[in-house]
């Protein structure tokens, strides 16, 4: 019954929360089910939710009610799928009356069993927690189909007190590095894979008793229809000098590393359960960038900590102007139930968190137009993205731009492929994005 179904499919959060809806997707596609983007023609909806901030819980409930409007036409079903289940289905299952199956982070391939019962017993089934996170090598990609992500383990170790994720995903598992080949191997001709995880850097230490992060960048790179590798999610304590020697040494490897510092201050750190420190966070900015002088370093912060003091502040926003990152994501501190710092007090009021993370923000753009007018007049390799039309130019991204979350390439030249990569020389710089021409585009 359910293959005759149209299903539609929305995924919310993070670029791990993708990979999840992309399994999903696979299931699917695996079982003959048809899917479409249009909600209005779907007869049973997926929402994948995130829950890992207030705002990222509103976003969802908010997603799911106005996917219960197309019920007047011809929806009948809305699962609701991954960490909000996860974590608040005691909650969530009689008031969220809309929703008429719940599967948590672990319960995908419970999905057909949940909803013929749902369709059988005409009533609202419950099975998150039912599952048992089997592995799946079946992907329907929703980026371009020339860049990949590969979620290479799930939970966390780090438990840092403003954060929930190990509440709603528990502890830290490795995916075997046998499994994660063969998915790799399986995406096809792929420009860039970006190596995600809430930890990417503690790969293999529950599984194998040892730290296998390096090999399995190593092992990756000997992928033929891999082209380049982005690592994402690298905690500082764990960056060691085997992996800076491999971003340095390694062709297939991006000179790019995102390493989440969320704060410069020692005792601030400390109260975020944080392992690192302002001297030793400066310290691996030194070396490297004394290994690798062109790399490209970005980071996370949080402000309005609890107890965080208009000094601290003002030291972070010091660290930020002394170690130069070539991009910094700022966020406000969010009051999560469940988490360490929850009952910290005093708590930052909301007005001063935004006015510091505006400052945040502002200090860095000075730093970031800095970084990208040096640019101009040198000439880059560009991965073409495709078009854009309202700018009538080609967009792409060099090896110090991540999909998403940092600056683009717009460029002219004569003719260009998705998926391939561009000599573009730099004309100008604006704002976080790059402006540019091919040696031979014809004016």
């Known amino acids: 019954m359910l293959t005759k179904k149209l299903f539609g499919v929305i995924s919310l959060g993070c670029d791990k929360n993708r990979v999840d809806t992309e399994k999903l997707l696979g299931l699917l596609k695996d079982r003959g089910c048809k899917t479409t983007d249009d909600l209005s023609k779907a007869q049973i909806v997926v929402v994948n939710t995130c829950a890992f901030l207030q705002s990222a819980r509103e976003e969802?409930?908010?997603?799911?009610?106005?996917?219960?409007?197309?019920?007047?036409?011809?929806?009948?079903?809305?699962?609701?799928?991954?960490?909000?289940?996860?974590?608040?289905?005691?909650?969530?299952?009689?008031?969220?009356?809309?929703?008429?199956?719940?599967?948590?982070i672990s319960d995908y391939e419970k999905i057909f069993e949940a909803l013929e019962a749902s369709y059988q017993n005409d009533a609202r089934q419950n099975y998150v927690g039912k599952g048992q996170d089997g592995y799946s090598l079946s992907r329907v990609l929703t980026t371009d189909e020339h860049v990949a992500?590969?979620?290479?383990?799930?939970?966390?170790?780090?438990?840092?007190?403003?954060?929930?994720?190990?509440?709603?995903r528990g502890k830290y598992r490795s995916y075997p590095m046998e499994k994660l080949l063969d998915e790799a191997d399986s995406l096809g001709d792929i420009s860039e894979l970006i190596l995600v995880a809430q930890d990417t850097t503690r790969y293999g230490e529950d599984i194998y008793g040892e730290n296998r992060f390096v090999q399995l960048i190593r092992e990756l790179s000997k992928l033929e229809n891999i082209q380049k590798i982005r690592l994402l999610y690298c905690y500082p304590d764990v960056i060691g000098e085997e992996l800076i020697e491999e971003l340095a040494t390694n062709d297939k490897l991006l000179k790019y590393v995102d390493i989440p510092l969320?704060?410069?201050?020692?005792?601030?750190?400390k109260l975020m359960n944080r392992k690192g420190s302002r001297e030793g966070y400066l310290a691996l900015i030194k070396r490297l960038r004394e290994r690798i002088p062109d790399i490209a370093i970005r980071s996370t912060f949080i402000s309005g900590f609890p107890t965080?003091?208009?000094?601290?502040?003002?030291?972070?926003?010091?660290?930020?102007r002394e170690a130069k990152l070539f991009n910094c994501g700022f966020f406000a501190y969010s009051r999560e139930p469940d988490t360490g710092a929850y009952r910290l007090q005093p708590q930052v009021h909301p007005k001063t968190?935004?006015?510091?993370?505006?400052?945040?923000?502002?200090e860095q753009s000075k730093i970031a137009d800095s970084i990208l007018n040096g640019f101009v007049g040198k000439t880059v390799e560009v991965l073409c993205d495709g078009i854009d039309y309202e700018k009538g130019c080609f967009v792409g991204r060099a090896y110090f731009n991540a999909p998403d979350i940092d600056g683009k390439i717009y460029f002219n030249v004569n003719e260009a492929t998705q998926g391939e990569f561009y000599q573009v020389?730099?004309?100008?710089?604006?704002?976080?994005?790059?402006?540019?021409?091919?040696?031979?585009f014809a004016l």
């Open 60 to 104: 969802a409930i908010e997603t799911i009610l106005e996917c219960a409007d197309y019920k007047k036409g011809k929806l009948e079903k809305i699962v609701v799928t991954g960490c909000l289940p996860q974590k608040f289905i005691d909650e969530l299952f009689l008031p969220l009356n809309e929703a008429d199956v719940f599967l948590g």
């Open 149 to 168: 992500y590969l979620k290479i383990a799930d939970g966390c170790y780090n438990h840092c007190t403003y954060c929930l994720i190990p509440k709603i």
């Open 262 to 269: 969320q704060h410069s201050e020692n005792r601030v750190l």
């Open 308 to 320: 965080e003091t208009e000094a601290e502040f003002e030291g972070m926003r010091a660290f930020i």
């Open 353 to 362: 968190k935004a006015r510091r993370v505006r400052a945040l923000y502002e």
């Open 425 to 440: 020389k730099i004309t100008r710089a604006e704002n976080y994005d790059l402006y540019g021409i091919t040696e031979d």
